[in-house]
């Protein structure tokens, strides 16, 4: 007689637990996105106030209109430029933070790694406030300070130059958030067995040399982590800017980013009422800019990571 299979019971309890978390992620994140991407194939007359469907009208005007597609090509230029600022400051600086502080006889390491990260903790409103400040030819301290230090011929107003005010921002911006690299390599760093660095040193690989021939191998992955979040994290950017240089970005929009042109489309600016369906047409282009980039990482770049077991 042969023994009927038995049907594995349904594990209910699955459901039970994910549940919560599928509805909270659905309502806060998937409605939202879905309700954007409706929103953008609509469009209000401004004098009957009829909403209707026009497909991909508002994503045609955007790209090929002037007086949409200068605006949006600035702000995605400067958004590619303030993402590159981090890139190229942010997260060398928070490697080579990360290895000084990974070493073994340094005094003083729980001290400057709170004082490193305690930026981190502030709120956009208060960073923009302090060095908008700071750095006001008017009243600010940056003045003296360089003068103090021989760079008085240096002194520019720095938030006020079209040349200078979107770098500014990115350094400021890169002062703020560079805890974040530093913990996270750090954390590398030290998950790194010390059978390798035992092994290397044997082998005659010390200092500088073990750091970039073996560490910097190994912690790749988590530079692969890093610099995805950076850049999501800067396509996403808006509070700094606004609270520092106001919705219109200014000077003369040399500080406009994704996230401000989209804020003024949306809610409008002084006189110029909003147009919710188009900053919502802005809004999805902003995310799958996002989506690309990710996709990129994810598909490409992180394949090429070699990733060690360690």
């Known amino acids: ?16 637990f994910l549940a919560p978390a599928v509805i909270v992620y659905t309502m806060i994140m998937i409605l939202p996105l879905a309700e954007t991407l409706r929103f953008s194939f609509f469009q209000r007359d401004t004098t009957t106030q009829v909403v209707s469907f026009v497909g991909f ?6 790209f090929f209109d002037p ?91 720095f938030l006020g130059k079209e040349e200078t005010a979107l770098t500014t921002l990115s350094l400021i911006s890169v002062w703020q958030f560079i805890g974040i690299p530093m913990m996270l390599i750090y954390a590398a760093l030290l998950s790194i067995p010390d059978e390798v660095i035992e092994a290397a040193e ?40 606004y609270t520092t240089q106001g919705p219109l970005a200014g000077p003369n929009f040399s500080t406009d980013l994704l996230g401000t042109i989209l804020y003024r489309t949306f809610y409008g600016q002084q006189l110029q009422p909003g147009d919710p369906n188009m900053g919502a047409a802005i809004a999805t282009v902003m ?24």
Request: proline share 5%.
């Open 1 to 16: 007689m042969v023994s009927e299979r038995k049907k594995k019971p349904f594990r209910w309890h699955v459901l039970v």
């Open 202 to 241: 044997c082998d005659g690989v010390t200092g500088i040399s073990q750091f970039f021939k073996i560490k910097l191998v190994l912690i790749l992955p988590t530079i692969g982590i890093i610099s995805i979040l950076t850049f999501v994290g800067n396509f996403n950017a808006f509070d700094l800017i």
């Open 67 to 157: 007086y949409w597609v200068e605006p949006f090509l600035n702000s995605l230029w400067n958004n590619c430029y303030f993402f590159l600022i981090h890139m190229l400051v942010q997260n060398p600086i928070g490697v080579l933070i990360a290895a000084l502080l990974s070493m073994v006889h340094l005094p003083g390491k729980k001290l400057y790694r709170t004082a490193i990260f305690m930026p981190t903790l502030l709120s956009f409103v208060v960073v923009g406030f302090v060095w908008k400040l700071m750095l006001s030819p008017l009243w600010g301290v940056s003045k003296g300070l360089m003068k103090s230090v021989g760079l008085g011929s240096w002194y520019l107003p």
């Open 287 to 310: 995310f799958f800019i996002i989506l690309t980039g990710v996709a990129i990482y994810l598909f490409f770049i992180q394949r090429k990571l070699t990733r060690y077991e360690m």
């Open 57 to 62: 009208e508002n994503y045609i005007k955007l």
